[in-house]
């Protein structure tokens, strides 16, 4: 199965902006489509954004519209989260999670380990 490894998370002010990384092994990735999530202390784990296979498609939850970009480059096995101007509410450890089908709803059945990422109010 895919193991997944993120990493880029860390402490930013808000407004300022962080890339994170998702790097796959044991599988290639074009078979997976992707998930962002994130779970804050207290809260349910949310998918913040999600792509296809092919990149074609994504999707992102209404509170990081405009600000997220979920990418991915298959050739490398990695899937991103670039965020920008962020705000104390995006505070939580980010997981990446993958599918092995493209859709972007259901059930994700990989998941990484987390990386923490810190916005100060």
């Known amino acids: 199965q895919v193991q997944l490894v993120e990493s880029g998370g860390g402490l930013v002010q808000a407004g300022g902006s962080l890339r994170l990384s998702c790097a796959a092994s044991e599988r290639p990735l074009n078979i997976y489509a992707m998930g962002w999530f994130r779970q804050a202390p207290g809260q349910e784990r949310e998918l913040v954004a999600a792509?296809?296979?092919?990149?074609?498609?994504?999707n992102y939850a209404d509170s990081v519209k405009g600000r997220f970009t979920i990418s991915r480059d298959n050739a490398r096995n990695t899937a991103y989260l670039q965020m920008s101007n962020l705000k104390p509410e995006d505070t939580a450890v980010y997981y990446c999670?993958?599918?092995?089908?493209?859709?972007?709803?259901?059930?994700?059945?990989?998941w990484g380990q987390g990386t923490q990422v810190t916005v100060p109010s």
């Open positions: 792509i296809t296979r092919s990149g074609v498609t994504t």
């Open positions: 999670a993958a599918k092995p089908d493209d859709y972007l709803d259901g059930v994700y059945l990989y």
